[in-house]
């Protein structure tokens, strides 16, 4: 006996072969979309963290700038306090100097022979001017001067014989160079 099979049975498993691929491949695809969400999100997550972290980096450096500009001008304020300290110190090093100088030159003046009329600072040194009894007095005037080693030169730049009430005395303009501090 042949028995026939009336009920399309291939058919069935074929429709269910084909309902099941079309599952699989729908729940792949679900999957793979799940998975595209998925990356988006913490690309979408990971870009938000990477502005905002951009953006704190910008106002750190907008804030450390102000900082580095405050510091521009506070070194530059230490170096104008620097410079006029330095210049305040150099005046004081040299203020009793020309107190000094004159002290030295007053011990130079041979007494009762010879008087300064007037004494005047130049860039290099000293013009001095003045009266003495003869030209003797003068040169040992100069010699003196030349002994207080604080001049490198001393000059003769005039000497006339005049006369001041009724004595004939020599009137005298001599011109000193200062040594330079280390020389």
Known sequence: MIRINLLPYQEKRKQA??????L????????FLLVLAGIQLYVSFSIRNLEKEIQ???ETLTRLNRIVGEVETFKKDVSSLEKKL???SRLEENRLAPVYYLDRLNSAVPAQDAWLDKVSQQETGLQLEGVARTNMVLSRFMRNLEALNIFETVELISSRQKDYSGMKLYSF???CRIKKEGT
């Open 17 to 22: 072969d084909l309902k099941k691929q079309v």
């Open 86 to 88: 330095s210049v305040i």
């Open 173 to 175: 303009v001599l011109s």
């Open 56 to 58: 704190e980096k910008e």
């Open 24 to 31: 699989i491949f729908s729940g792949s695809f679900l999957a």
